[in-house]
């Protein structure tokens, strides 16, 4: 039997030399979250007053009781305008079919020739509930949900364009760079679970929209608040079932050190969980969360 070259090492041999520094970076991190609480305990001290700061997904103090246990955002690429569904405007009406009366440069349209006339609302609209929200009749069911519905109508922007729109949409600024709704989101709120993703994104199977990962970047904030991205089609994230079945050694060394650390101080019985837990976590919870969406 002859050994592989140095040039010939794949990247598999690469982390199998390399394994003993990576697993025990890893049951580093998961000891401090167990033995102090997330803290930074081996951290390299600092001259700066106050405490280090920690980016994290654990449940942040809210300043009113909690009433909602998830944020679900629906994106609709190329869906209809909001003044076909929820926002009439009769002076577009009365426009209809005639040219733009003022000057196309200074709404952005570098190109003032054929850009067509005008095109009012397609539908008719009424007043829907107590609180008289305006709907298209387009939307039966929907209005009748009226009262329970917060339509904001308050939000505007002067681009025409679409990669800036949807920057202004998910972000509220018109260029790229800057958290998303859901990065803030998670950052502001925490999550209850600590071992799956807290911003998960659901794209359309025909492709992601424009501006792709972008649309649920995390901008300046730290990573571990952007979206992970669920495949429409396949396994929804790749690499969660090994390729061939995992040898039990691995199993039987950490039980081993759990059993000895036990006996030499009880109190401190959570290594079991914190020698564990990644493989246990990462695989078969996320696979079941997996399954459940």
């Not at 397609?122 to 939307?139: N, T």
Request: glycine share 10%.
């Amino acid at each position: 039997m002859t050994d592989r070259s140095p040039l010939q090492n794949s990247r598999r041999d690469f982390f199998a030399r390399t394994s003993d520094g990576l697993l025990g970076a890893a049951l580093t991190h998961l000891l401090c979250d167990d033995f102090f609480g997330g803290s930074s305990a081996f951290a390299a001290k600092t001259d700066e007053p106050g405490p280090v700061p920690v980016f994290d997904l654990k449940p942040k103090k809210t300043h009113h009781p909690a009433q909602a246990t998830s944020v679900i955002q629906l994106f609709m690429n190329g869906g209809p305008s909001q003044m076909d569904l929820f926002d009439p405007k009769p002076e577009l009406g009365r426009l209809d079919g005639k040219p733009f009366p003022g000057n196309v440069e200074e709404i952005g349209n570098s190109n003032a020739q054929d850009i067509g006339v005008m095109m009012g609302g397609q539908y008719d609209f009424a007043r829907h509930g107590e609180s008289g929200m305006w709907m298209a009749d387009i939307l039966p069911h929907t209005s009748q949900m009226a009262d329970d519905i917060c339509l904001i109508n308050s939000m505007w922007t002067d681009h025409p364009n679409h990669d800036n729109a949807l920057y202004k949409i998910h972000s509220g600024r018109l260029f790229m760079g800057y958290p998303t709704l859901g990065a803030w989101t998670v950052y502001g709120l925490g999550s209850e679970n600590q071992d799956l993703p807290a911003y998960v994104v659901l794209n359309d199977p025909l492709g992601p929209p424009k501006n792709g990962t972008r649309n649920w970047t995390s901008g300046f904030l730290p990573p571990v608040y952007q979206g992970t991205r669920f495949r429409p089609t396949g396994s929804p994230i790749l690499n969660l079932k090994p390729q061939y079945e995992q040898p039990s050694a691995g199993h039987g060394f950490s039980t081993g050190i759990a059993e000895k650390a036990r006996r030499n101080s009880p109190k401190r019985s959570t290594l079991l969980s914190g020698t564990r837990r990644s493989n246990r976590v990462l695989r078969s919870g996320s696979e079941d969360a997996v399954v459940g969406w």
